[in-house]
């Protein structure tokens, strides 16, 4: 907002200069972005405007004397607001939605869109130039001079932030004013010469004919005041705040007014508004009142009491003021506040102990009596005005003492210690040591944003009925593709993928530790009252699960130029190594790899991972048709682990196992078996394991042969090298071999396995 310095020291009594003055709102809250040196068109006058950035919940600060209210409180000056007081605005007539009086008719068919509506009629005025202080004016505070009329609403609207409207009386179907919401198909001509497209979610000011302005935002070009125009007809009224900034965004159209309706009008200054307007009006266009006024308003209203306790506030703010400091601090904002001690509350006046009354001039001590000393309160009871809809809970009110009592008053201290260190939950030390193991092994964590669209979804090649599908939607999304809450890290990994390869990043490998968010099942039983017959029950929160996502691309390699590319390159195993890795670091025992499939994954490249029989996530090379949806030239491998899974099974402590004192036995065992998935290497180290008993230390793959001339069509070999120990001797052959016999006919009998001669 252009806030000019001289229009601003008419309100409040100081010597402070625009710099100063700037440095002090800044403090306060009130951010000064710059100060600039305005002249105007005719070159006649000249001022410094402060250009002011206003927070969303200050919308009283909109205005000039908002801003030098609060200039007022933080300089502890006096300040003087304007006379906003005419006879037909301090005795209107009053109704709660429809109210005639002479020839004008205010009906409000809307009242939770329009919960107050103000009207005064002025005739016979002049429609002309304005003055040229009230044109220099506005100028200054960069609204373009219309007319004497126009002027004098713009200007009451930049000092009071109440916005005005003028419609021409005698444009007016019968002089009626009705607000509603608008109907389906109805358009208007705004002033700007530009039709307005309605909705039934539009506020709109009409007569019986239609509509005539649009509320809260832009008045009509059918009812504008214009050069012929003698009889006026004011508007002050209170809008919701959320359907006007609806509306607003919708068409989209944003005006002086509307900025200021979505942040919040004082809703008892509608009057005074019309009253400081009509005298604009009479002083430079002349004209008379047609009073009283006609206020249509739906309820009283009140002002909100917050109760602050002067112990917390210091607590807070880590001050030493004491109650009467603070009451002082808060009426300088112009909060009513009072006393109160224990359950009791006087007015203006406070109780001792023994229950004696002293008044609020005896704070100060009357002439030939001393002061009296006041106890500290338990309470402030604070009474706050309309215009400070922002202060709403005690820590309001402690903000506001911090602003006026100044930031740089309140000391430096630090915080006292806690009786006990802080420390991480088995959660957090968990999921940080995921995080070391990946970055251990050159994979950068990658951050992402927790949305995604059916398209992500559709490019990883999920079928429709893949549980992911059924994705929670949000209701005001950011972009139309992205109005889901993810479940699957898989896009976020793709599209990272992908922005490294358009920037010629071949080498990538990332990591992403996120939460994915699972819709709850909708609760049983019927819609409640109110709701549609049929309608869905309504679900509970999301169930959000811990997720570990993966992504290996290129050479794993930070320099691998005299390395083999079969080396440097990643691959499945690169990748199936590294949650062995993670498995370990973990301390999990039962981790079993199985060949599974995945939409997003090539058949017959993927692995599922079982966690004591549970399923824990999936990993593999990425399917040829995700890999050309995502432009991802070179075969890429993925993996997706559920960390809840993980975590249920992992152990934060580690268990010593010394180093084996006795020689290892060491036999290779080459087996033929069909080529399928019942006879994978997997399910053959499982029979090994089972059948060799505590002294096989490990089993390991380390060939695979296909010749069918051989083996016979339809079959493989398998080669596998076993470890035997005992831990507190040497194992003799004959023992070795006796194990070897008992695997083999393990083996032949449950797998049809054939052990085949090196």
């Known amino acids: 907002m252009r ?74 000056v006096e300040f003087t607001p ?59 505070a960069g609204i373009r001079p219309i007319s004497n ?13 109440q916005p005005l409207h003028a419609f021409d009386h005698r444009l007016l179907i ?120 006609l206020d249509v308003r739906t309820e009283e209203f009140e002002l909100r009491a917050i109760t602050m306790r002067p112990d917390r506030c210091n607590a807070v703010l880590g001050t030493d003021l004491s109650g009467q400091e603070m009451e002082e601090l808060l009426k300088r904002l112009g909060l009513e506040v009072r006393m109160q001690y224990g359950l009791s509350v006087r007015g203006v006046e406070t109780y001792l102990g023994g229950g004696v009354p002293v008044a609020e001039e005896d704070r100060e001590g009357a002439p030939g009596r001393p002061a009296v000393k006041l106890p500290e309160p338990d309470a402030l009871l604070v009474t706050v005005p309309t215009h400070r809809p922002d202060l709403e809970r005690e820590i309001d009110l402690i903000e506001e003492v911090a602003i006026v009592h100044g930031y740089d008053s309140i000391p430096m201290t630090l915080p006292r210690a806690g009786n006990a260190a802080a420390v991480l939950t088995r959660e957090q030390k968990l999921e940080r040591r995921v995080r070391e193991v990946m970055r251990a092994a050159g994979v950068c964590e990658s951050l992402s944003f927790s949305m995604m669209g059916q398209h992500d979804l559709d490019s990883i090649g999920l079928p429709e009925d893949a549980p992911e599908r ?21 896009p976020s990994l793709f599209d990272a993928a992908r922005d490294n390869v358009r920037q010629r990043v071949q080498d990538v490998a990332l990591f992403e530790v996120s939460r994915v968010f699972l819709p709850a099942p909708p609760a049983e039983g019927k819609p409640s009252a109110g709701e549609e017959e049929g309608a869905q029950a309504p679900r509970g929160l999301p169930e959000e699960r811990r997720r570990l996502g993966a ?22 195993y690169w990748l199936k190594g590294l949650v062995e890795q993670l498995c370990r670091s973990l301390g999990l025992d039962e981790v079993v790899f199985e060949r599974a499939r995945h939409p997003s994954l090539h058949p017959g490249r993927s692995a599922q991972l079982l966690v004591s029989g549970e399923y824990a996530g999936a990993l593999g090379e990425v399917a040829p048709e995700v890999r050309d949806a995502y432009d991802l030239q070179h075969p890429a491998y993925v993996m997706e682990l559920d960390l809840e899974v993980l975590f249920q099974h992992a152990q934060l402590q580690a268990h010593y196992e010394p180093v084996p004192r006795m020689p290892a036995a060491l036999r290779d065992l080459a087996l033929v078996v069909p080529d399928d998935e019942e006879h994978d290497a997997s399910t053959l180290t499982t029979a090994v394991e089972q059948a060799a008993g505590d002294e096989l230390a490990s089993v390991e793959v380390f060939d695979v042969y296909e010749d069918p001339e051989r083996l016979g069509a339809g079959n493989k070999q398998i080669a596998l090298r076993l470890t035997f120990r005992h831990p507190e001797r040497t194992l003799t052959d004959d023992e070795v071999d006796a194990l070897m016999r008992t695997i083999t006919q393990r083996l032949e009998r449950d797998l049809s396995a054939r052990v085949r001669d090196w």
């Open 470 to 490: 059924s994705a929670l939607r949000l209701r005001d999304p950011v972009s139309a593709h992205e109005d889901l809450m993810r479940t699957t890290l898989l």
């Open 149 to 161: 009329v126009v002027d004098a609403t713009n200007y009451v609207v930049w000092e009071t932030g």
């Open 551 to 572: 992504i290996v691309m290129g050479s794993v390699m930070t320099s691998g130029w005299n390395l083999p590319a079969e080396v440097a390159e990643a691959d499945f």
């Open 174 to 293: 019968d002089g009626h004013i009705i607000v509603r919401r608008a109907e389906p198909g109805e358009r208007m001509l705004t002033i700007d010469d530009q039709w307005r497209y309605l909705t039934p979610d539009d506020l709109v000011i009409c007569d019986p004919k239609g509509p005539v302005a649009l509320a809260g935002i832009m008045g009509g070009l059918d009812s504008e005041v214009r050069k012929l125009t003698k009889d006026v007809l004011l508007e002050s009224a209170h809008f919701n705040p959320t359907l006007i900034r609806r509306t607003s965004q919708r068409l989209p159209l944003s005006t002086e007014a509307s900025y200021r309706f979505e942040r919040y009008v004082d809703p008892n200054l509608t009057l005074p508004a019309l009253a400081r307007a009509a005298q604009l009006i009479l002083d430079s266009a002349g004209g008379e009142i047609v009073g009283p006024a």
């Open 3 to 76: 806030v000019p310095y001289g229009w601003l020291m008419e309100y409040i009594d100081t010597d402070a200069s625009p710099e100063e003055l700037a440095h002090v709102l800044t403090m306060g809250g009130l951010e000064v972005e710059e100060i600039e040196d305005w002249t105007s068109e005719d070159g006649q006058a000249s001022d410094k405007v402060l250009i002011t950035s206003v927070t969303s919940n200050r919308g009283d600060l909109l205005s000039m004397i908002g801003v030098a209210r609060h200039a007022a409180a933080l300089l502890d």
């Open 82 to 140: 304007p006379e906003m007081s005419l006879p037909a605005t301090d005795e209107p007539i009053r109704a709660d939605d429809d109210l005639t009086e002479g020839d004008t008719r205010v009906q409000i068919l809307d009242l939770e869109g329009c919960p107050r509506y103000s009207a005064l009629r002025v005739t016979g005025v002049d429609v002309g130039p304005s003055p040229e202080w009230l044109a220099h004016r506005l100028e200054a």
